[in-house]
């Protein structure tokens, strides 16, 4: 006895892809943020063994991500920017993960997040600031570009 068994040719499909109109609104989650970036960065904490607090924040209106950071004393100025950058760059893959329309940050930049979202950063030793700062949204960062990996 012999029986046909049905065949099931389906075409291939990519898979669906999200499009988010341009104009379409969507407010970052700092809060999501904050615990991502500081949960990858334990992962690196005899790296960054100097730093002893974090804290990130931001607005949607105004766009502004804010980062105060406490170091103890005695830190190079490389392994500060070393760090901010590390941080910079965290936070702007995590906000390309909340909105496609974001580009990634690269060897070249930081990606296209800071083109749109001010920063501010405060780096503290014990009670004296070390550096205070606001960079406005498209101005040049001065940290250089690291991507973690």
């Known amino acids: 006895m012999t029986a046909c ?20 609104v969507i407010n970052i989650d700092f809060d999501q943020i904050s615990d991502d970036v500081i ?7 005899q790296t960054y063994a100097f730093v002893k607090d974090l804290q990130i924040s931001g607005t949607n209106d105004p766009k502004q991500v804010n980062i105060t950071v406490e170091i103890m004393d ?15 760059t965290q936070i702007s893959q995590e906000a390309c993960v909340q909105d ?11 990606g296209s997040f800071y083109d749109s979202y001010a920063i501010h950063y405060e780096i503290k030793q014990g009670d004296a600031d070390y550096e205070n700062q606001t960079i406005s949204a498209g101005e040049s960062i001065p940290f250089g570009t690291v991507v973690s990996e």
Do not use: W
């Open 5 to 24: 068994k049905p065949k099931y040719n389906t075409a291939m499909q990519d898979p669906v892809s999200v499009t988010i109109a341009a104009d379409q």
């Open 39 to 45: 949960e990858n960065l334990s992962d690196d904490a």
């Open 74 to 88: 005695d830190v190079s100025d490389d392994a500060i920017k070393l760090f901010m950058s590390d941080v910079l």
């Open 100 to 110: 496609s329309r974001y580009t990634e940050p690269s060897a070249d930049g930081l």
